[in-house]
Nanobody, 123 residues
Framework: QVQLVESGGGLVQAGGSLRLSCAAS????????MAWFRQGSGKEREFVTA????????YYADSVKGRCTISRDNGKNTVYLQMNSLKPEDTAVYYC????????????????WGQGTQVTVSS
């Protein structure tokens, strides 16, 4: 089992920045990936970004490319999501997810999920 705990959400004005953290505990994968998804009110959960455990390759949704950076601290088993130039449309609950399988942008490809953290961007 893997436990994921997100933190760092909050209220920010448009154009501002936030950094989300996801601390993993329990069984830590040597392969697979960790990802961030988000779900706005009345919307489906969507892929934001991911980083592979091995090699650290990163992936970004087009909607956040250039504004967000995913990174990891292997010693702390923590993944970070730095979000800059935030827009009102970035408002959502952000979820951390982990898989020991191949990287995917699909929700169903991740076995473990955090509880989510709310990000609200005011205009």
């Amino acid at each position: 089992q893997v436990q994921l705990v997100e933190s760092g959400g909050g209220l920010v004005q448009a154009g501002g920045s936030l950094r989300l953290s996801c601390a993993a505990s329990g069984r830590i994968f040597s392969s697979g990936a960790m990802a961030w998804f988000r779900q706005g009110s009345g919307k489906e959960r969507e892929f934001v970004t991911a980083i592979r455990w091995s090699g650290g390759r990163t992936y970004y949704a087009d909607s956040v490319k250039g504004r967000c950076t995913i990174s990891r601290d292997n010693g702390k088993n923590t993944v970070y999501l730095q979000m800059n130039s935030l827009k009102p449309e970035d408002t959502a609950v952000y979820y951390c997810a982990a898989t020991g399988n191949l990287f995917t942008t699909q929700v169903h490809g991740y076995e473990y999920w955090g509880q989510g953290t709310q990000v609200t961007v005011s205009s």
